[in-house]
């Protein structure tokens, strides 16, 4: 298993910026992909942004131009750089790692999650 704890979140106005962290219990080398994934009450968990072993990036449409998924494999860490944070981005956000076996198969662990309150 990957046991993976996030840290970072807190409250910030608008206009504010934040930076996440994810620790991995194990190498990031071993694992498929990075990715932070968010969710307020009432809403479905979204994804934000992701990281593949090889560096390649994607972010929600919502959040491009303002966050930035980073990682730094010496430390099994990765990182998400809020900027520019919205009321809309208020919501709990949960570290995920993503590793594909044999015939497409994939695991999915998952932080314990991280509140983000942006207030107006």
């Known amino acids: 298993q990957v046991q993976l704890v996030e840290s970072g979140g807190g409250l910030v106005q608008a206009g504010g910026s934040l930076r996440l962290s994810c620790a991995a219990s194990?190498?990031?080398?071993?694992?498929?992909?990075m990715a932070w994934y968010r969710q307020a009450p009432g809403n479905q968990r979204e994804l934000v942004a992701a990281?593949?072993?090889?560096?390649?990036?994607n972010y929600a449409d919502s959040v491009k131009g303002r966050f930035t998924i980073s990682r730094d494999n010496a430390k099994n860490t990765v990182y998400l750089q809020m900027n520019s944070l919205k009321p809309e981005d208020t919501a709990v956000y949960y570290c995920?790692?993503?590793?594909?076996?044999?015939?497409?198969?994939?695991?999915?662990?998952w932080g314990q999650g991280t509140q983000v309150t942006v207030s107006s």
């Open positions: 194990k190498s990031l080398f071993g694992i498929n992909a």
């Open positions: 995920n790692a993503r590793i594909e076996g044999v015939l497409y198969r994939v695991q999915d662990y």
């Open positions: 990281i593949t072993s090889g560096g390649n990036t």
